[in-house]
């Protein structure tokens, strides 16, 4: 399993306690994709990012739902690669 996180370099700049708003996951828990796929966007201090698929395989369970917000180092989802 792999630990899908916004990464660190995103946060650089933040202040301290800002949380993310994760906007919507475009794929749904069990769906292929493959690597480069954006699984995701999120919302950091007025910016988009996409979260990408790291490898071909599939979400495993989704931690953070459309909506939520969160903060730095959260695990968003659990990925299974193939």
Known sequence: MIELK???VAW???QDGVEAL???????EGTP???GQVLASVM????A??????ENGSLH???VKDGESFAAG????NFQKL
Do not use: C, H, M, Y
Not at 44 to 47: D, G, I, M, P, T
């Open 22 to 28: 994760l906007d919507k996951w475009l794929v749904a």
């Open 33 to 35: 994709v493959v690597k």
């Open 6 to 8: 916004l990464p660190d």
């Open 61 to 63: 369970s989704i931690f």
């Open 74 to 77: 959260k695990v968003l989802a």
């Open 44 to 47: 950091l201090v007025k910016a």
């Open 49 to 54: 990012i996409d979260i990408e698929a790291p």
């Open 12 to 14: 650089e700049g933040a």
